[in-house]
Antibody
Framework: QVTLKESGPGLLQPSQTLSLTCSFS??????????VGWIRQPSGKGLEWLAH???????RYNPALKSRLTISKDTSSSQVFLKIASVDTAETATYYC???????????WGQGTLVTVSA | DIQMTQSPASLSASVGETVTITCRAS??????LAWYQQKEGKSPQLLVY???TLAEGEPSRFSGSGSGTQFSLKINSLQPEDFGSYYC??????????FGSGTKLEIK
């Protein structure tokens, strides 16, 4: 059974760095064709793809945010990490991680973690 | 960047009806399009990928079609559990994977 679960700080201040962790089970990021991505959604609004990482450590970033994003993985602990530097209040959102297999579509999603950026 | 224009923004329909949601890409994305359903307070769920391939476990009343720049998601015989929001997403081979703005499907 594939599961993913996001964790984060809940609340942080503007200009701080947001650190998110996606802990997953039921698959391995050592497996060819496997990947994990991050997507966020402000309350009542649409979805925004942020970044993803493949089994071979290929990484892709949303160009609009690329300078502030860092994605990484730890296959031994079945975790994927995302850091967003210098966050702004407009980045208050639910952050999701999701699995990709065989192609860049998101077949399994975590429950999401709400991150509030506020002074 | 490829832009995805989704329509309508909202839609009201009754159980048993058939509805169609459309998504237009700003340039040719071949068949690299996915559709997701999101119910209120829940995570999105993959319905279709590669424009017309139904995701595992999804009911056959959902069907995707189109290629190039014009795509559609058709839902036959609407069921109560089908109400929610729907998003398209291109998965063409560029770094960015844009989602459409969403369609909210409500009960009439």
């Amino acid at each position: 059974q594939v599961t993913l679960k996001e964790s984060g700080p809940g609340l942080l201040q503007p200009s701080q760095t947001l650190s998110l962790t996606c802990s997953f089970s039921g698959f391995s990021l050592n497996t060819s064709g496997m990947g994990v991505g991050w997507i966020r959604q402000p309350s009542g609004k649409g979805l925004e793809w942020l970044a993803h990482i493949w089994w071979d450590d290929v990484k892709r970033y949303n160009p609009a945010l690329k300078s502030r994003l860092t994605i990484s993985k730890d296959t031994s602990s079945s975790q994927v990490f995302l850091k967003i530097a210098s966050v702004d209040t407009a980045e208050t959102a639910t952050y999701y991680c999701a699995r990709m297999v065989g192609g860049p579509w998101f077949a399994y999603w975590g429950q999401g973690t709400l991150v509030t950026v506020s002074a | 960047d490829i832009q995805m224009t989704q329509s309508p923004a909202s839609l009201s329909a009754s159980v048993g009806e058939t509805v169609t949601i459309t998504c237009r890409a700003s340039e040719n994305i071949y068949s690299y399009l996915a559709w997701y359903q999101q119910k209120e307070g829940k995570s999105p769920q993959l319905l279709v990928y590669n424009a017309k391939t139904l995701a595992e476990g999804e009911p056959s009343r959902f069907s995707g079609s189109g290629s190039g720049t014009q795509f559609s998601l058709k839902i036959n015989s609407l069921q109560p559990e089908d109400f929610g929001s729907y998003y398209c997403q291109h998965h063409y081979g560029t770094p960015i994977f844009t989602f459409g703005s969403g369609t909210k499907l409500e009960i009439k």
